[in-house]
């Protein structure tokens, strides 16, 4: 019965622990999600921080043993018109030039001006904001497809307030460009 009981708890923390280094690849509100940022060829966890005039993000970047280092904390100025900080993301690679970029929005932006926010890990202890990227405001999800099928990885979002399924074509420059009208494949 000892035998079962230890096996039981290994069991539990093994399904934790699969939990926990296996966030959703659709970026839900205020999930993690995985990918690249470090460029190391591992793939790393990014949790956005809370709203406020300085943003954050943590990174828990992959080991080449397996699992996840412990998580950094990356500070930045807010970017965005309001107090917005991001509530999800996907980590792509805009531009197709081999370095992976953090898309973020969040469900709460009411500017289309700065619907997106993109990040890039600059440093081991620096995260930048690359630009801001214009679309629909108040997405619900965020996920990743190339939809377009020209090998760079798109950006899709849904939201219950109007527009529904949105597109956004990763442009050769290394922008987003939204298309209105619905080209399928998200
Ligand atoms: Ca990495
Ligand atoms: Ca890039
Ligand atoms: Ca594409």
Known sequence: MATRRILGVLGATAALT????????????????????????????????????????????????GGYGTATTYTYPNPTTGPLCGDMGEVVDLGGDG???????????????????????????TVAVISKQYGDIMPNI????????????????????????NYYLNTESGGLSWIYDDPGGC
């Open 18 to 65: 699969l939990t926990l280094v296996s966030p959703a690849s659709a970026g839900a509100r205020n999930a993690p999600f995985s990918g690249d940022v470090d460029g190391d060829g591992l793939a790393d966890v990014v949790t956005l921080g809370p709203e406020g005039s300085t943003c954050s993000l943590t990174i828990a970047h992959g080991l080449p043993g």
């Open 142 to 165: 965020i996920w990743q497809r190339d939809f377009n099928h020209d090998g760079r990885v798109d950006i899709c979002t849904w939201t219950d307030q109007g527009l529904g399924v």
């Open 99 to 125: 370095t992976n970029e953090i898309v973020t929005t969040d469900y709460d932006a009411y500017s289309t001006s700065d619907a997106f926010y993109v990040l890039r890990q600059t440093g081991p202890t």
